[in-house]
């Protein structure tokens, strides 16, 4: 046995870490400098985040504008160059989406959605969302975090892929929860300390980060009124972030400790280079990206047709949908409902339309239009870019009426009824199973005809100089950009909730 009492300390605390460094999983944190218990090298963190986002990418859209990704990706590198961790390479990524957030994938792989790069307001608050994300990948939050939570099992997760007996896909689904819905506050504030020392020493300034932080807060205040003004119910933010309320004394102690010394060790105050983010995000597409949803709607359509005398698909032109109905069963349009059902009629299924509101709550429409008070193996559904929900509806014993399979799925403001009832059963045949897969099929398609869904253009984000005259509601007014036009113009432009652009000032408008 050692007797540690008559050694150095220093000789003391180099025996503890080889000890523990020996052990299976020990490593020093390349952010932090201390001993984590981990379950994976760095070469497995990283092959494990590629191999998870060559799955994402097969369901989540990037953004193609090869202008834009390129100066993320450069804004990215600048600050990644400057972290704890510069030696591993870093891939930055847009996702086509409206909606604000960025997270990050084990080994390097950082994303941001197009909808958060619309509310920023210059180049430093974008490397302060990029420097938190690369933060997340020095610091080894998502191996911290998965050690943390499930201890010996995460081990079995990635040998399990390795060896084909856990999806890349289940693992993917896993580590892009956890990412969106942050870290834990600790580690989200580990995150902030590191990303603002991070773009410090990439000559940006740290403040931004606390600017961004408001801009996120500004917007939940927004949409938290947008929901109270619906008789929606008030949503909850995951997102970058996330974890900070809007005066955090923490994360403003970490943003002041980066700042320490800032004068000496760049000779000036950090930069925020508001010139270079507008000449390069200039007609950044706002809201939905209606040309891309046109063009892989055309594509369905495509692929549809190419499969139509292989399966017993039926493709409404027209409605612009399409659906693989049961093998030999027949389909008969009867104009407010689509039917399909085998010659022997022992059992059928119907789809019919009706109008909703795309920010209501499926389930509680799927009861609403079926009568349903108890809906058996009731959940959401997601396909194709639609949303809904599906259950069955119990029969009842007094008129000897069997189960039936009930599903509405959403395009815009248009439903899609679904309804699978057995009449007659064939012994063997699992009705269920086989309406259910049908369901699962439906997706739009670009109608041939023109439409709104083809007509229809993206906006975009332009830089304009305000006059004497401007003001967010008249700019609303003129711009013709619907309900909370004034509110989004405020937000984009860090007016919100109240105040004005000054004569001479460039801000953004929605065109």
Not at 341 to 347: E, I, L, R, V
């Amino acid at each position: 046995m050692f007797n540690f009492g008559v050694l150095p300390n220093s000789t003391v605390t180099a025996l503890l870490l080889s000890a523990a460094l020996a052990l299976p999983g020990c490593a020093i944190n390349p952010a932090t400098g201390k001993l984590d218990t981990v379950t994976m090298s760095e070469s497995r963190e990283i092959s494990m985040g590629k191999e998870l986002h060559e799955e994402m990418i097969k369901t989540v859209p990037l953004y193609e504008d090869e202008a834009i990704n390129e100066y993320v990706r450069a804004v990215g590198k600048k600050v990644a160059a400057a972290s704890d961790r510069p030696d591993i390479e870093y891939h930055f990524f847009i996702i086509d989406s409206p909606d604000i957030n960025a997270f990050a994938l084990p080994g390097g792989y950082i994303y941001v959605n197009r909808g958060l790069l619309n509310y920023l307001q210059n180049e430093a608050q974008l490397a302060a969302v990029l420097g938190h994300e690369i933060a997340h990948v020095t610091a080894r939050h998502h191996v911290r975090q998965k050690s943390a939570s499930t201890g010996r099992n995460v081990g079995a997760v990635f040998a399990g892929i390795l060896t084909g007996s856990y999806t890349v896909a289940s693992a993917a689904a896993e580590w892009g929860s956890a990412a969106a819905a942050g870290y834990g506050r600790e580690m989200e504030l580990e995150a902030d300390g590191f990303g603002a020392q991070y773009m410090k020493d990439a000559g940006y300034s740290p403040d931004a980060m606390i600017d961004v932080l408001a801009i996120l807060k500004a917007h939940e205040r927004f949409s938290k009124q947008q929901a109270r003004d619906a008789g929606r119910k008030v949503p909850s933010y995951h997102g970058v972030f996330t974890s900070h309320p809007s005066s955090d004394q923490r994360l403003l102690q970490a943003v002041a400790d980066a700042k320490e010394g800032e004068s000496q060790s760049t000779g000036a105050k950090g930069e925020l280079k508001a010139e270079e983010f507008r000449d390069n995000t200039d007609g950044i597409i706002w809201g939905d990206n209606h040309d891309r949803i046109a063009q892989a709607a055309e594509a369905a359509a495509k692929a549809a047709e190419e499969k139509q005398d292989k399966e017993n698909r039926y493709i409404h032109n027209r409605l612009g949908f399409t659906i693989v109905f049961p093998q030999q069963w027949q389909v008969a349009n009867q104009g407010a409902v689509l039917t399909s059902a085998p010659d022997d009629k022992s059992a059928e299924m119907q789809l019919r339309l009706a109008r909703v509101d795309p920010k209501t709550d499926f389930e509680t429409v799927l009861r609403d239009q079926f009568d349903v008070k108890l809906l058996k193996q009731s959940e959401p559904l997601s396909q194709f870019g639609l949303r809904g929900h599906t259950g069955i509806k119990p029969g009842k014993a007094r008129d000897g009426s069997e189960d039936q399979r009930v599903a509405i799925l959403v395009h815009g403001n248009r439903a899609y009824l679904l309804e699978g009832s057995v009449n007659k059963p064939e012994p063997g045949v699992d009705y269920d199973q086989l309406f259910l897969a049908s369901i699962r099929t439906l997706q739009p398609v670009a109608p041939r005809a023109p439409s709104r869904l083809t007509t229809k253009h993206s906006k975009t984000i332009k830089y304009v100089v305000a006059n004497d005259n401007t003001t967010f509601a008249r700019l609303a007014n003129e711009l013709k950009i619907g309900n909370y036009g004034e509110e989004y113009l405020r937000l984009i432009n860090g007016y919100y909730p109240r105040g004005e652009p000054y004569p001479g000032e460039i801000i953004k408008i929605i065109q």
